[in-house]
């Protein structure tokens, strides 16, 4: 009795823990605590679309890449293939890469992803003279702007072995370190959010997150108002971030540091001798595919759908269940569409409707007879 009394009350904190503010919870005889109070469902029954974004994801069969390459007329570090995980892991891939070049020098970073920003940022801070090329012209064309974007594993080949587990854990840690302490320009953009999921920790990729910077913990229910009736799962601490202000902030930042960004687009095979620089670093995502020869490289298509928040304000939390919704300050982003070998950047009503499907199916919300305009 006393041991079940013991579990009873390890589930009451656990449930407590992860409730909106203000909210309190009642004990129903012979049954988990109940939340008085729930985190509002996204406004589905007649959504008001701010837009969608297309990415495609640069999934690397064997991993991602983060190495040198030597055999050229300069020295050439590549870092790509990150899957799903790009944000996740950019800030750890950042700093490897700048591992392997050594010596301070003048540079050339391809690629103003979240994966190209965050390694230019790291050279910078060692002393290197940076420049970043790409074919894009402003942050809001790349891939990385059409991410959702939670601090997650997802989408990646992790290393393999002990040795590969570790690697992961040390760039976890520095991401989330760089994240959650980052520049005060870029503070905002970076929301501490519970994702909640009916998936256990062996299912999910926010279960591979090391355990001191997120817990995983069972919820009965889940805080979620929903129509069809509370659920049990899990909660996961994690981070929502902003991509359209955190990219826009990094870049500001890197001018200030004196990183020059210039316009190049690379077609077929990286002729380094082309590149300015003493040094080469490759952050070109899906198009590391060609710039590399690399066979490994397989684009994978998403596309989010951006809805105006529910009344009251933004959501505050993030679901991941067939797809996810995640609550941003400027829109509640819809997700969940992963199309391998597909390279399509337009936008697609059917994704748009399979997604909101998704979402109206967890949330009880009754399909409308067609989709808004």
Same mark, same amino acid.
């Given at each position: 009795m006393r041991r079940r009394a013991l579990l009873g009350r390890a589930a009451a904190l656990a449930a407590a823990a992860?409730?909106?503010?203000?909210?309190?919870?009642?004990?129903?005889?012979?049954?988990?605590? +109940?939340?008085?109070?729930?985190?509002?469902?996204?406004?589905?029954?007649?959504? +008001?679309?701010?837009?969608?974004?297309?990415?495609?994801?640069?999934?690397?069969?064997?991993?991602?890449?983060?190495?040198?390459?030597?055999?050229?007329?300069?020295?050439?570090?590549?870092?790509?293939?990150?899957?799903?995980?790009?944000?996740?892991?950019?800030?750890?891939?950042?700093?490897?890469?700048?591992?392997?070049?050594?010596?301070?020098?003048?540079?050339? +970073?391809?690629?103003?992803?979240?994966?190209?920003?965050?390694?230019?940022?790291?050279?910078?801070?060692?002393?290197?003279?940076?420049?970043?090329?790409?074919?894009?012209?402003?942050?809001?064309?790349?891939?990385?702007?059409?991410?959702?974007?939670?601090?997650?594993?997802?989408?990646?080949?992790?290393?393999?072995?002990?040795?590969?587990?570790?690697?992961?854990?040390?760039?976890?840690?520095?991401?989330?370190?760089?994240?959650?302490?980052?520049?005060?320009?870029?503070?905002?953009?970076?929301?501490?959010? +519970?994702?909640?999921?009916?998936?256990?920790?062996?299912?999910?990729?926010?279960?591979?997150?090391?355990?001191?910077?997120?817990?995983?913990?069972?919820?009965?229910?889940?805080?979620?108002?929903?129509?069809?009736?509370?659920?049990?799962g899990w909660a996961y601490d994690t981070l929502c971030i902003e991509p359209p202000a955190y990219l826009h902030g990094l870049r500001g930042h890197l001018q200030g540091q004196g990183v020059r960004f210039e316009h190049r687009r690379v077609r077929g095979r990286l002729d380094l001798g082309e590149i300015p620089g003493e040094a080469v670093v490759l952050c070109l995502g899906v198009g590391a595919r060609e710039a590399a020869g690399d066979p490994a490289v397989v684009p994978i298509r998403g596309q989010i759908e951006c809805l105006a928040p529910p009344p009251g304000g933004g959501l505050r939390y993030m679901l991941s269940d067939r797809g996810y919704a995640f609550g941003r300050r400027d829109c509640t982003v819809l997700g969940g569409t992963y199309d391998r070998g597909d390279e399509g950047l337009a936008f697609r009503a059917a994704d748009r409707a399979a997604t909101l499907a998704k979402a109206r199916r967890f949330f009880g919300t009754p399909d409308a007879a067609s989709l808004p305009r």
């Open positions: 992860t409730l909106p503010p203000g909210c309190r919870t009642a004990t129903l005889r012979g049954g988990p605590p +109940v939340p008085r109070g729930l985190h509002p469902a996204p406004s589905l029954d007649e959504p +008001v679309f701010l837009g969608s974004r297309v990415g495609l994801r640069p999934w690397r069969a064997g991993g991602f890449r983060v190495e040198a390459d030597r055999r050229g007329t300069k020295p050439l570090v590549h870092n790509y293939g990150h899957g799903g995980a790009g944000w996740t892991l950019a800030w750890g891939s950042a700093v490897e890469a700048a591992d392997l070049l050594g010596t301070p020098r003048a540079v050339t +970073v391809l690629g103003a992803g979240i994966v190209g920003l965050t390694t230019a940022a790291v050279l910078a801070e060692r002393g290197f003279r940076v420049a970043v090329a790409a074919a894009e012209r402003g942050t809001g064309a790349t891939a990385s702007a059409a991410a959702g974007a939670q601090f997650a594993p997802a989408g990646v080949v992790p290393p393999a072995g002990p040795a590969g587990a570790a690697r992961l854990g040390r760039m976890l840690l520095e991401g989330h370190r760089r994240f959650t302490r980052t520049l005060p320009s870029l503070a905002g953009a970076v929301l501490p959010r +519970v994702n909640y999921s009916t998936r256990p920790p062996e299912r999910i990729a926010l279960g591979r997150l090391p355990v001191s910077i997120s817990r995983a913990r069972p919820v009965s229910p889940m805080p979620i108002r929903r129509r069809g009736g509370p659920l049990d």
